[in-house]
């Protein structure tokens, strides 16, 4: 997991380490590497729909499982939202439901039913719930702390 500064330009928000330079040296050439939260978030939702999948079908999984697929795409569905905010205050407010939505996407994991096999894979899904809602936590902070 790589670290994380946050820079406030005019009203946007910028995640500078969505693209972290590497330099070579020996070749003189700067490569650049993408850490994008956009790719991040779907490969979450796509990642959790094949976890409910692996699962059995009874109703209460049914149900949970329809829960977090919308809680978890909604954290996507808001970020990239959030990238096209027409205002500071459009921005914040939708970083804060991406929040929302990561920390109820945790508990949906919580509350789903999974077979013994696939606890690991319900666990690294939690982490990348928390891990996100912590990103999103910070990018709060930070736009807040730059407000007059």
């Not at 500078?16 to 070579?24: A, D, E, G, M, P």
């Not at 914040?92 to 920390?103: T, Y």
């Not at 928390?130 to 990018?139: A, C, D, K, N, V």
């Amino acid at each position: 997991m790589g670290r994380y500064v946050f820079l406030l330009h005019d009203w946007v928000l910028l995640l500078i380490s969505t693209k972290s330079k590497i330099r070579n040296p020996k070749e003189g050439h700067v490569e650049e590497k993408k850490y994008d939260l956009e790719e991040r978030t779907l490969r979450f939702l796509k990642n959790t729909i094949t976890f409910i999948r692996k699962n059995p079908k009874d109703f209460v999984n049914v149900e949970l499982g329809r829960q977090l697929v919308r809680s978890v795409g909604s954290v996507g569905a808001n970020y990239r939202e959030a990238n096209d905010a027409i205002s500071k205050k459009d921005f914040l407010f939708r970083i804060k439901i991406c929040r929302k939505e990561a920390k109820e996407s945790q508990f949906w994991l919580l509350a789903f039913e999974c077979e013994e096999k696939l606890e690991d894979e319900r666990k690294l899904l939690l982490q990348e719930a928390s891990e996100l809602s912590r990103i999103y936590g910070s990018m709060v902070r930070n736009v807040e702390s730059k407000q007059p």
